[in-house]
């Protein structure tokens, strides 16, 4: 067979017959079996009568695999088929096939990943149970807001940006959740355990978290604007970023926290346990910090000298 590239080629898969040419097999996978087959350095063996050239494997998806070399188009099928597909795709040695079917099948995962296991009105059924536990479920995107959601254990769920706004959440349990961008604005969340989760992005404007538990959480950027957090344990949270003006912290537990370029200003720190906290780039203006502990913190001194004056 010659190696002209509009030379029509005839090919009979396992049975199944079709046409198609030699730059079609060529072009597109210039290495695998079938544009070596065809590039006119070896030797074809065709059918005498038809001139067909016989490859003894299953036909069923071999025209996907010549619309992949013509169009570079990846079809719509079922998961089983795609394993099916890349069976004949690593037989043909068609590696950019190979590479678009994972990345199809991986996108399908990561689809599934964010496919919620409950609705709003599953959890309305649920909390009407004594013990309710959600622990490690999805729920991303639920809007959850007014529910009574009082004592209720969220502990390594997927919350991200779940709207949990005037929410009734107190002694909720929240450890090691990923809540980032949830919005808890108004939300009663006294006493709640917030250990290790990460709220960065979160909004908790005017949310009440009167002795809640918010240790080693990531609160990066998160919005505590006139927030109740009083005696609130926040050691070695990151609230880098993070607005809590107006807030009320009295109390509240602050010793490893970092606060850089955190906004507390107008913030009431009275009484409030700052050691070992670096308040350099911290915006404390207005902030009262009548009885703070502030022993081992590094702040500005001239700075700080000024708003101690104040407060």
Same mark, same amino acid.
């Given at each position: 067979?010659g190696s002209?590239? +509009?030379? +029509?080629?005839?090919?009979?898969?396992?049975?199944k017959?079709?046409?198609?040419?030699?730059?079609? =097999?060529t072009?597109? $996978?210039?290495?695998s079996?079938?544009?070596?087959m065809?590039?006119?350095?070896?030797?074809?063996?065709?059918?005498?009568?038809?001139?067909?050239?016989?490859?003894?494997?299953?036909g069923?998806?071999?025209?996907?695999?010549?619309?992949?070399l013509?169009?570079?188009?990846v079809?719509?099928l079922?998961?089983?088929?795609?394993?099916?597909?890349?069976?004949?795709?690593?037989y043909?040695?068609?590696?950019?096939?190979?590479? $678009? &079917?994972?990345?199809v099948?991986?996108?399908? *995962?990561?689809?599934?990943?964010?496919?919620? $296991?409950?609705?709003? &009105?599953?959890?309305?059924?649920?909390?009407?149970?004594?013990?309710?536990?959600?622990?490690?479920?999805?729920?991303?995107?639920? @809007?959850?807001?007014?529910?009574?959601?009082s004592?209720?254990d969220?502990?390594?769920?997927?919350?991200?940006?779940?709207?949990?706004?005037r929410?009734?959440?107190?002694?909720?349990?929240?450890? /090691?959740?990923d809540?980032?961008?949830?919005?808890?604005h108004?939300?009663?969340?006294?006493?709640? *355990?917030? +250990?290790?989760? !990460?709220?960065?992005?979160?909004?908790?404007?005017?949310? !009440?978290?009167?002795?809640? !538990?918010?240790?080693?959480?990531?609160?990066?950027?998160s919005?505590?604007?006139?927030?109740? =957090?009083?005696?609130?344990?926040?050691q070695?949270?990151d609230?880098? #970023?993070? /607005?809590?003006?107006g807030?009320?912290?009295?109390?509240?537990?602050?010793?490893?926290?970092?606060?850089?370029?955190?906004?507390?200003?107008?913030? /009431?720190?009275?009484?409030?346990?700052?050691?070992?906290?670096?308040?350099? @780039?911290? #915006?404390l203006?207005?902030?009262?910090? @009548?009885?703070? /502990?502030?022993?081992?913190?590094i702040?500005?001194?001239h700075k700080?000298?000024?708003?101690?004056?104040?407060?």
């Amino acid at each position: 067979m010659g190696s002209d590239s +509009t030379s +029509t080629v005839r090919l009979n898969i396992g049975g199944k017959k079709f046409y198609t040419t030699v730059d079609t =097999l060529t072009q597109r $996978e210039p290495y695998s079996m079938l544009a070596t087959m065809f590039s006119g350095w070896h030797t074809v063996c065709q059918d005498p009568e038809m001139g067909f050239v016989f490859v003894d494997r299953d036909g069923k998806h071999f025209r996907h695999i010549l619309n992949w070399l013509r169009d570079g188009v990846v079809p719509t099928l079922k998961d089983s088929q795609f394993a099916e597909l890349l069976r004949e795709a690593e037989y043909y040695q068609l590696p950019g096939l190979m590479e $678009e &079917i994972n990345a199809v099948l991986s996108r399908k *995962e990561d689809e599934e990943d964010l496919t919620n $296991e409950l609705t709003r &009105i599953d959890i309305i059924k649920c909390i009407q149970s004594e013990k309710v536990r959600f622990r490690g479920v999805k729920l991303s995107g639920l @809007d959850l807001s007014k529910l009574d959601l009082s004592y209720v254990d969220f502990s390594h769920a997927c919350l991200r940006d779940v709207f949990f706004s005037r929410a009734n959440l107190q002694c909720a349990k929240f450890r /090691n959740v990923d809540a980032e961008g949830a919005i808890f604005h108004n939300a009663i969340l006294q006493e709640c *355990e917030f +250990t290790g989760a !990460n709220l960065r992005g979160a909004l908790l404007a005017g949310a !009440n978290l009167k002795s809640a !538990n918010l240790q080693d959480a990531c609160l990066i950027g998160s919005s505590f604007c006139q927030a109740d =957090l009083r005696s609130a344990h926040l050691q070695n949270a990151d609230l880098t #970023n993070a /607005n809590l003006e107006g807030a009320i912290l009295e109390g509240a537990n602050l010793k490893g926290a970092k606060l850089s370029n955190t906004n507390l200003k107008g913030a /009431n720190l009275q009484r409030a346990y700052l050691r070992l906290v670096n308040l350099r @780039d911290t #915006n404390l203006e207005g902030a009262k910090l @009548d009885g703070a /502990n502030l022993l081992g913190a590094i702040r500005n001194n001239h700075k700080f000298a000024r708003m101690l004056l104040r407060s």
